[in-house]
Nanobody, 120 residues
């Protein structure tokens, strides 16, 4: 069984910073792409940023230059450093990982979500 556990959300004023972490654990053989998505009230879940096992990065236009995604492969952990936060960044942030387990089954996993609220 594989689990993704997120941490680091909270309430911050506009212009502030937060750092999210997501650790994968369980029967992990390998992890391909890891990423962060977010969902604002009344809106669909959207991609924020992804990072492949080889370190290739991808960002949504709305966060490029303000957010930085990184990962520690030895710890099966992905991070999202969020700077210059805006009220429109408010939402539930979800960690995602493409994981192959010990039985070599490939699945897409999600964390439980962590709330980020940016006040104006």
């Amino acid at each position: 069984q594989v689990q993704l556990v997120e941490s680091g959300g909270g309430l911050v004023q506009a212009g502030g910073s937060l750092r999210l972490s997501c650790a994968a654990s369980g029967s992990i053989f390998s992890i391909n792409t890891m990423g962060w998505y977010r969902q604002a009230p009344g809106k669909q879940r959207e991609l924020v940023a992804t990072i492949t096992s080889g370190g290739t990065l991808s960002y949504a236009d709305s966060v490029r230059g303000r957010f930085t995604i990184s990962r520690e492969n030895a710890k099966n952990t992905v991070y999202l450093q969020m700077n210059s936060l805006k009220p429109e960044d408010t939402g539930v942030y979800y960690c995602n990982a493409q994981i192959r387990d010990y039985w070599l089954t490939f699945n897409n996993y999600w964390g439980q979500g962590t709330q980020v609220t940016v006040s104006s």
